[in-house]
């Protein structure tokens, strides 16, 4: 059966690729899965209907058929553990790209939308200045041990993995604050990951979608 996600119907990031469908559309060009794309406005996103799928109000969903799944995260994994091309076949391996899928959501993530929040909702206060250094301080440490674990390399542990998928997901919302110009070999990891095909499509795809709905 054909697989349903769901998206903003006019995404806050303006087609930017920065939504939380963004990694699921990309994960299925990678393992090429056609998909259709039902977009919501933010008023239906907390209607009933959408509700039964998603119990936040959220998006993205994920339908296949009778199943149903909500949280990227948890649609990352799904679609990873029933096509290949995401996980390497030697369990070690397959254990490290899923570590790092939870290192971008749960250790990368957080002080990076905590930061982009500040920006959006706190410029005006008369403390935002100081309370910025503050958060870019913790983004910076972070991409402190990040970058010295990246290295030279090309991926985060070996081949390109669903680990880095999410990763540079995460990275990316870092484009407009600079501070990911700070460290060249995250910039350029990012950069070889957004010349992927897969995301190209991906990014093509929402970018067209938010376009004919503006």
Do not use: C
């Not at 995260?73 to 030697?90: K, Q, S």
């Not at 002080?111 to 982009?116: A, F, H, L, T």
């Amino acid at each position: 059966m054909t697989i349903t996600i769901t998206a903003f119907e006019q995404s806050p990031d303006r087609g930017q690729g920065l939504a939380r469908d963004m990694p699921v559309r990309w994960a299925l060009e990678e393992v090429g899965q056609p998909y259709n794309v039902r977009r919501l406005s933010f008023a239906a996103m907390k209607e009933a209907e959408h509700l039964a799928l998603h119990p936040f109000g959220q998006i993205p969903t994920y339908e296949e058929g009778d199943f149903i799944l909500f949280e990227s995260g948890a649609i990352l994994l799904h679609i990873v553990y029933h096509h290949p091309g995401l996980l390497p076949r030697d369990a070690n391996a397959r254990g490290s790209a899923i570590a790092w899928i939870f290192a971008a959501l749960t250790t990368m993530e957080p002080p990076i939308v905590e930061r982009s929040m500040a920006v959006l909702l706190e410029s005006d206060k008369s403390w935002s200045v100081e309370r910025l250094a503050l958060l870019d301080q913790r983004v910076r440490n972070r991409l402190d041990q990040l970058s010295d674990r990246l290295g030279s390399a090309d991926w985060l542990d070996g081949a390109f993995s669903a680990g880095d998928l999410m990763m540079v997901s995460v990275l990316r919302r870092l484009r407009s604050s600079g501070l990911l110009t700070e460290y060249p070999n995250l910039a350029a990891y990012v950069a070889r990951a957004e010349a992927r095909p897969a995301f190209q499509r991906a990014f093509d795809d929402q970018l067209a979608l938010f376009k004919r709905g503006s």
